[in-house]
């Protein structure tokens, strides 16, 4: 079952903040995230395993509610570089051998 | 350095003719998988492989076979059968696929159009 992921977009001013979400109707084991600059391979931002885990990397950060079945990712001080498309993927407790499911994306825009 | 290399960068393909993506990793991954993108659409899964000699279909591997003759090798083959080819491919891999800790490393894609 594909997370949903919100907002679809969001547009910001350098040095603003935003916050994207990734929901499932399943109990999750882990919550991936990536960033994909237009017309270039995804780039792996980090991995939440735990509930309540929370990771960061540089100004990025993401927690995980297993709770709710769902993820949050925290971008701070948004840079012009933030910009792109962000995809959340997940496995579900119950999924047996199937891989990670990835959500439609949410595209970022960071403006000067 | 190690990697994923996806061959070519752009294809075309003529009406009722099969087309060959190459993908290659010398990560030493066991794990390779097949995605296709469309705008709005998200990562959608084709194939799957998790060992040798054996491939799962993905989501919508309808008009798509695969082959992994090699674990560093991949590749997908779009067939005739596949009536809106027109995407951005991507090859991926990982240590394994099963409740995995480790991330999936992506190539960089092959824009795939209709002649």
């Known amino acids: 079952q594909q997370p949903v992921q919100s907002p679809q977009a969001v547009i910001l001013r350098e040095g603003e903040d935003a916050v994207i979400n990734c929901s499932s109707s399943?109990?999750?084991?882990?919550v991936h995230w990536y960033r994909q600059k237009h017309g270039e391979a995804p780039v792996f931002l980090m991995i939440?395993?735990?509930?309540?885990e929370q990771k960061g990397h540089e100004k990025i950060s993401a927690s995980f509610n297993e709770k709710k079945q769902q993820s949050s990712l925290y971008l701070t001080a948004s840079q012009l570089s933030y910009s792109g498309t962000y995809f959340c993927?997940?496995?579900?407790?119950?999924?047996?051998?199937?891989?990670?499911?990835f959500g439609k994306g949410t595209r970022l825009s960071v403006i000067a | 350095d190690g990697g994923i290399t996806q061959s070519p960068k752009y294809l075309f393909r003529k009406e009722g003719q099969n087309v060959t993506l190459s993908c290659e990793q010398n990560l030493n991954h066991d794990a390779m998988y097949w995605y296709r993108q469309d705008p709005g659409q998200g990562l959608r899964l084709i194939y799957y492989s998790q060992i040798v000699n054996d491939f799962q279909k993905g989501d919508i591997a309808e008009g798509y076979s695969v082959s992994r003759e090699k674990k560093e090798s991949f590749p997908l083959t779009v067939t005739s059968a596949q009536k809106n080819p027109t995407a951005f491919y991507l090859c991926?891999?990982?240590?394994?696929?099963?409740?995995?800790?480790?991330?999936?490393?992506f190539g960089d894609g092959t824009r795939l159009s209709i002649l």
């Open positions: 939440l395993l735990k509930g309540g």
């Open positions: 991926a891999s990982s240590p394994r696929t099963v409740r995995n800790n480790q991330p999936q490393h």
């Open positions: 993927g997940t496995y579900d407790r119950n999924s047996g051998n199937t891989p990670l499911v």
């Open positions: 399943k109990a999750l084991y882990s």
